[in-house]
């Protein structure tokens, strides 16, 4: 009992638009691989949660989509939806930004935070690839005009440049109360789901700006066999002639995908992989409401 009384936890959303690291920051602070990164706008589809305890303390991040102005499609609605979410009953908000660059996007953002009444840190990532640090302190005065942030963080995500500093500052807003995850847990996701986020990350990393974000993985078997998993992911597509450009000359890059999601699936499950991928056309699925939610785009609450 007297353990629980000093125990602290509490719930902190990292928010922000496509491609500022807001993934690349959480698999940063957990120390290990979690939500999917790569350089294309919008890799992250789902609020992700990871879970650090350390002593006494409990922190649970929660990575989310990027905000957009994109409403086109219901799939862009969705992670619009599931970024906005995030902020709700949460103890501390993370909002990222790219350097010294401020877009409408970031507008989008930073309107959505005018009513929470948690404490709003703006962490300004990436300013090791900044040309001119001279020109980071008037910048960073600039954006202490723009909101009401109880702290500015310069940083680096990738580099872990002042993210120490960042967690002390959320750690200081962390209230007393018991831990809500076993100490060993590190995300609320399940296995399956994090497979077929390997396997989409490949994909996107592979295919540069060649394919259309109507693509996702669907994990359609996922056992073990004593010390083997074996797992079948169907890539879906929006069209017949996306397939080619997935499976590549004599399916040289379907293979590639499958290598490379295999390797990092064997090392965040532990155990040997053996993983079957191919292309199914599902038509209209990333602007099916229906065909979301069956895909496990869902969950709002």
Known sequence: MENEMSERSGYVA????????????????????LSITSRKPQTTRHKIMGIKTENDVQ?????????????????????????????K??????????????????????????YVKCPVILAVNKVDFLADKEALLPTLQKLDAKGNFAHIVPMSAKTGHNVDRLENIITSFISQGA????????????????AAELVREKIMRQLGDELPYSMTVEIEEFRYEDSLLVISAAILIDRQSQKHIIIGEKGSRLKQIGRDARLDMEEM???????????????????????LKSLGYDGLD
């Open 89 to 114: 009953d949460v103890d501390v908000i993370v909002f990222m930004i790219d350097r010294t660059k401020w877009t409408s996007e970031d507008e989008l953002v930073l309107k959505s935070l005018q």
């Open 269 to 291: 499950f532990e155990c040997k992989v053996m993983l079957n991928t191919w292309v199914k056309v599902k038509s209209g699925w990333a602007d099916s409401e229906r065909a």
């Open 14 to 33: 990292i928010i922000g638009r496509p491609n500022v690291g807001k993934s690349t920051l959480l698999n940063y602070i957990l120390g290990q691989k």
């Open 179 to 194: 831990h809500l995850f076993p100490e060993d847990q590190i995300t609320d996701r399940s296995s399956r789901f994090l």
């Open 59 to 87: 922190v649970v991040y929660v990575d989310t989509p990027g905000m957009h102005e994109n409403h086109d499609k219901a799939l862009n609605r969705y992670m619009n939806k599931a970024a906005q979410s995030a902020v």
